[in-house]
């Protein structure tokens, strides 16, 4: 009798068993769950103004935001129309961001030279196109200590440390700041660049709001090298070093006869 009894229970907890592994695997495996519908990247804010140095620019400057599962190459592009709403072009700028990670926000700028004579200021719209890559961006850079103030002339400073984690050194650096308005909203960018910094060691950055007079309710620092020396440029010493010693060994052995 007790044979039968045990004989059943472990015939419930085996049919048991194989029902939930069963239903495991119809669900996750046959019936993956469904992700919801992803959302294409934006625009979150932008901001205009004219800018006059040798030539009369229109910047548009503004920040996106990457709502995909996956990183992205985005482009934003500013399509120019005068008062009668005729096209006058369009131009297309990479975000300083390649690639944007998912949920990641990056600024961009869109600057269109304007007729010297003309003193009509073009109307214009803003859209964007991206590509999801698989690659991950490399992060190489750590802003170690940031502080902001305003100097006698009205101008916002931002001055901090950031240091080149990576392993190799990094040339054209720019540090790129985002002002914010109460509401979140993109009030200026302002940028620095750094020549060059050598691995594993620190830099110092400075940033003005000159020529524009802002107070920010928040800003955000961004961190983008244009190039990396290449690690056979780095290490061009020890290879030297290696070659130099192969040819006295060569000169070595051919001296004993070999």
Known sequence: MNRIFAFIIVFVVTVAVLIAGLHWY???VLSPPVLPP??????LSCTSFVEENSIKYLLIEGEV???LRSCADINVTGTFYDASSSLLGNVTRKVLLKPVRPGQRSPFIIPWALNLS????PQFELSLSYTKVAEEPQDVFEILYHANSTDESGYFRVN???RNKGERNAFFVSVTCTFYDSAGNVTLISQGF???ITASREAFFELSSA??????ASYSLVVVASDFESVFIQNYVLFIILVLMFVV??????????
Not at 211 to 216: D, H, I, L
Not at 249 to 258: A, E, T
């Open 26 to 28: 119809s669900q996750t």
């Open 38 to 43: 992803e959302e294409s990247p934006e625009i």
């Open 65 to 67: 935001k990457n709502n």
């Open 118 to 121: 003309a003193g009509v200021i």
């Open 160 to 162: 901090g440390t950031l």
């Open 194 to 196: 750094i020549n060059r």
């Open 211 to 216: 020529p524009y007079e802002v107070n920010p």
């Open 249 to 258: 060994v060569v000169i070595y052995l051919k001296r004993k006869g070999w």
